[in-house]
């Protein structure tokens, strides 16, 4: 495992302490044996099986802590990224519910403390990559989402998985300048929904998801454009039919409902061939999938990609 050291002349003391604690735990398991080779699901975990996936990006270098936390596209508080981290800072995390509903046998509405505790949480390392050309390596923490699904059944006509994120005019001070709808929407197929890679990411480095990276609770589908990923989400609703989404709304041709990052498939703006790892100079190539090819590819059997990226 490859991982950057951190950059002390930027981070504040506690924050070089954890990561670096971090590094250290993630090497001690590596040499230990005890990481899984890389782009591979363990037996039994294909799509659908909602049993405990267990998955490494293999040798890949995370971004710093630092650098997660202070690029941030959150549009609630503002279109610049490196002002959303002091913006978001005092947002009131608590009480704070969440509610599973629609086309479900057993609704749900808990404490996100409740959701979070009773849940397996487990630590992916996955390539983030937004639509407009940049990219990380993120360590979160957090449970699959199908296990929270599977708790509130899902009826034979749930089709589709909407998320719904919070709103809160008195701290969110960027809603009334972008041409955005809030609340800030989005949607999965629920075949994508259900597939063990799908996040609900409730932390970063093992601590506590910051405010700016959607604190408590934001969704993280890594073979999808960053878009596809809502922050602070209050409500997952099951559809039949497929929902609106805000991206989607305001500019289909700019943002496909599926959004899965795909090099051949241009932004009508820019070209997707390539992207810019956050901290480096020298563009990479962009991956089909975002490099979750071998895992993902199958949900999209006989559908032109092109058309519905
Ligand atoms: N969720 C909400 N509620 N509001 C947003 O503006 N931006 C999206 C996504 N989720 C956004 C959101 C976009 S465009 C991206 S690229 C990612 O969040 C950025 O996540 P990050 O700031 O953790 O890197």
Not at 25 to 35: N, P
Not at 45 to 72: P, Q, R, S, V
Not at 194 to 220: C, E, F, W
Request: glycine letters at 6%; one cysteine or more.
């Amino acid at each position: 495992m490859l991982i950057r050291s951190a950059d002390s002349s930027r981070l504040p003391e506690f924050e070089v302490t954890d990561e670096e604690r971090f590094r250290q735990r993630r090497q001690l398991v590596k040499a230990m044996g005890l990481l899984p080779v890389a782009g591979l699901l363990p037996a039994g975990l294909e799509a659908g099986n909602c049993a405990l996936a267990d998955f490494a990006a293999g040798d890949i270098e995370l971004n710093t802590y630092h650098e997660i936390t202070h690029y941030n596209n959150y549009y609630e508080f503002s279109t610049n990224k490196q002002a959303v981290a002091l913006l978001a800072r005092s947002m009131p995390l608590r009480p704070w519910t969440l509610e599973v509903s629609g086309e479900v046998e057993n609704p749900l509405l808990l404490d996100i403390d409740t959701v979070i505790n009773q849940q397996q949480i487990v630590e992916r390392i996955y390539r983030f990559r937004c639509v407009e050309g940049w990219s990380m390596v993120i360590p979160w923490s957090g449970f699959q989402l199908c296990n929270l699904l599977r708790r509130a059944k899902p009826t034979s006509r749930a089709k589709y998985v909407a998320f719904v994120s919070h709103v809160d005019r008195t701290h969110m001070i960027g809603m009334g300048r972008t041409a955005l709808e809030f609340p800030y929407r989005e949607a999965l197929r629920i075949d994508e929904a259900m597939h063990p890679l799908t996040l609900l990411a409730s932390g970063i480095y093992g601590k506590d998801l910051p405010p700016q990276n959607g604190a408590p609770l934001r969704l993280v589908v890594p073979w999808k454009y960053g878009f596809k990923s809502p922050k602070a989400i209050v409500k997952i609703v099951l559809y039949e039919q497929r929902p609106q989404t805000s991206w989607n709304k305001i500019s289909p041709s700019e943002y496909g409902f599926f959004g899965n990052v795909n090099p051949r498939v241009a932004h009508p703006r820019w070209s997707q061939r390539r992207e810019v790892r956050i901290g480096e100079l020298k563009k990479s190539r962009t991956l089909m999938f975002n490099g979750y090819e071998a895992q993902v590819a199958n949900l999209y059997q006989g559908m032109d990609l092109k058309q519905n990226y």
